[in-house]
């Protein structure tokens, strides 16, 4: 073996294996995960004693296109700190440019980088100057969208659709079914944005099918998921039960605490936590994964719930088998962690604002069986 991790305490959701194992990694992948692995069994052995040792985290919405788009941040240096693994890219990019995506940022990171493909040409090409990638119709080429994904089928994972007024204007849910068109085709899932109506929520979850992931799904008020009585709204529940996936992507504007909790009181959790983090969201309110994690737990979810939404939840709902787990020949990703106690406050995207006292540190991470600090 290259490595060992040794005196930690491990947690993997994903078989309920939890407790003082040491893990061992080989060839990239986990080649062992025992109690009391003998040091001598690899050339490096890193000591993590006191530390909990999970399966690397997955950010199913991130925005990592660096250099390409105004919005994007660069994956290796944000990594670290968010105790991120896999970076899961949410359309920064479309047929149009996916290739300098591939070979300027994707194949150089040291991190993991999956993608949806935006069904708009150019991608998201800007926030700042508020014209949507959608409200151009011309620009939505549902073949143009097959042929890149089918030609980089390792990297892209599904297909991106931003509908609502800031996104797609007056096209209403248009571009969501041209979205769906493409990822009929290739048979992987859409991940849908909402914003301010129109279209409404209920109008998205429509359109959406088994697998089909919904992304913003704790938004504040217009298009959140609560009525005003504070249920659960019936579309919401029912797009649950055909299998729709609700992902939780914070960023800049799309995480309320009214909407969270009222939620999580209905007994309706997100399936998958991620930060939806970009340039203008990385400084707050959504900063990183860990971050979005901390604050789920300061609303009385668990740590080990949180771990299970940001791993093998977000495996599962981009169909990676070998990632979002510590299974012997699974891919080396692991991120290492504690609990900072203190006193720490958490903001939504409108300022409402919560104080924990407790968040979760990055101590480390392993990416394909190198250990990374």
């Given at each position: 073996?290259?490595?060992?991790?040794?005196?930690?305490?491990?947690?993997?959701?994903?078989?309920?294996?939890?407790?003082?194992?040491?893990?061992?990694?080989?060839?990239?992948?986990?080649?062992?995960?025992e109690?009391?692995?003998?040091?001598?069994?690899?050339?490096?052995?890193?000591d993590?004693?006191?530390?909990?040792?999970?399966?690397?985290?997955?950010?199913?919405?991130?925005?990592?296109?660096?250099?390409?788009?105004?919005?994007?941040?660069?994956?290796?240096?944000?990594?670290?700190?968010?105790?991120?693994?896999?970076?899961?890219?949410?359309?920064?990019?479309?047929?149009?440019?996916?290739?300098?995506?591939?070979?300027?940022?994707?194949?150089?990171?040291?991190?993991?980088?999956?993608?949806?493909?935006?069904?708009?040409?150019?991608?998201?090409?800007a926030?700042?100057?508020?014209?949507?990638?959608?409200?151009?119709?011309?620009?939505?080429?549902?073949?143009?969208v097959?042929?890149?994904?089918?030609?980089?089928?390792?990297?892209?994972?599904?297909?991106?659709?931003?509908?609502?007024?800031?996104?797609?204007?007056?096209?209403?849910?248009?571009?969501?079914?041209l979205?769906?068109?493409?990822?009929?085709?290739?048979?992987?899932?859409?991940?849908?944005?909402?914003?301010?109506?129109?279209?409404?929520?209920?109008?998205?979850?429509?359109c959406?099918?088994?697998?089909?992931?919904?992304?913003?799904?704790?938004?504040?008020?217009?298009?959140?998921?609560?009525?005003?009585?504070?249920?659960?709204?019936?579309?919401?529940?029912?797009a649950?039960?055909r299998?729709?996936?609700?992902?939780?992507?914070?960023?800049?504007g799309?995480?309320?605490?009214?909407?969270?909790?009222?939620?999580?009181?209905?007994?309706f959790?997100?399936?998958?936590?991620?930060?939806?983090?970009?340039?203008?969201?990385?400084?707050?309110?959504?900063?990183?994964?860990?971050?979005?994690?901390?604050?789920f737990?300061?609303?009385?979810?668990?740590?080990?719930?949180?771990?299970?939404?940001?791993?093998?939840?977000?495996?599962?709902?981009?169909d990676?088998?070998?990632?979002?787990?510590?299974?012997?020949?699974?891919?080396?990703?692991?991120?290492?962690?504690?609990?900072?106690?203190?006193?720490?406050?958490?903001?939504?995207?409108?300022?409402?604002?919560?104080?924990?006292d407790?968040?979760?540190?990055?101590?480390?991470?392993?990416?394909?069986?190198?250990?990374?600090?």
């Open positions: 073996m290259e490595l060992i991790l040794k005196g930690g305490t491990l947690y993997d959701p994903a078989s309920g294996k939890s407790g003082q194992f040491d893990i061992g990694f080989k060839d990239g992948r986990i080649a062992a995960v109690p009391g692995l003998s040091p001598d069994l690899a050339r490096e052995v890193i993590v004693t006191g530390k909990t040792v999970v399966p690397g985290l997955i950010d199913l919405h991130t925005h990592v296109y660096h250099g390409g788009t105004s919005l994007g941040i660069h994956p290796d240096n944000h990594a670290r700190g968010a105790g991120v693994t896999t970076f899961v890219d949410a359309g920064s990019s479309g047929p149009g440019n996916f290739l300098g995506f591939h070979e300027h940022v994707i194949q150089p990171s040291r991190s993991r980088i999956l993608a949806f493909l935006n069904i708009s040409f150019p991608g998201i090409f926030f700042d100057i508020r014209v949507g990638e959608c409200e151009n119709l011309k620009l939505l080429d549902p073949d143009a097959i042929d890149r994904a089918r030609e980089y089928q390792d990297h892209i994972i599904g297909v991106k659709v931003r509908v609502g007024e800031f996104t797609s204007g007056g096209n209403n849910i248009e571009p969501l079914m979205a769906k068109k493409a990822a009929g085709k290739l048979e992987k899932p859409v991940m849908s944005h909402i914003d301010r109506p129109p279209p409404s929520i209920e109008e998205v979850l429509a959406l099918g088994e697998g089909d992931i919904l992304t913003h799904c704790f938004r504040p008020f217009p298009n959140d998921p609560v009525d005003v009585s504070g249920e659960v709204k019936k579309e919401v529940l029912d649950r039960s299998g729709v996936v609700f992902d939780t992507g914070h960023g800049k799309s995480f309320g605490f009214e909407s969270a909790t009222k939620m999580l009181e209905n007994g959790e997100p399936d998958v936590i991620s930060s939806d983090v970009h340039a203008e969201s990385v400084v707050g309110p959504a900063h990183d994964l860990l971050h979005v994690m901390s604050k737990m300061a609303l009385g979810m668990s740590f080990e719930k949180v771990v299970e939404k940001s791993t093998i939840a977000a495996a599962r709902a981009i990676q088998t070998d990632i979002g787990h510590l299974g012997v020949g699974a891919l080396g990703d692991v991120t290492i962690l504690h609990e900072e106690t203190g006193s720490f406050e958490f903001f939504d995207v409108i300022g409402e604002r919560i104080v924990s407790k968040k979760l540190v990055c101590d480390g991470l392993v990416v394909n069986g190198a250990y990374w600090q």
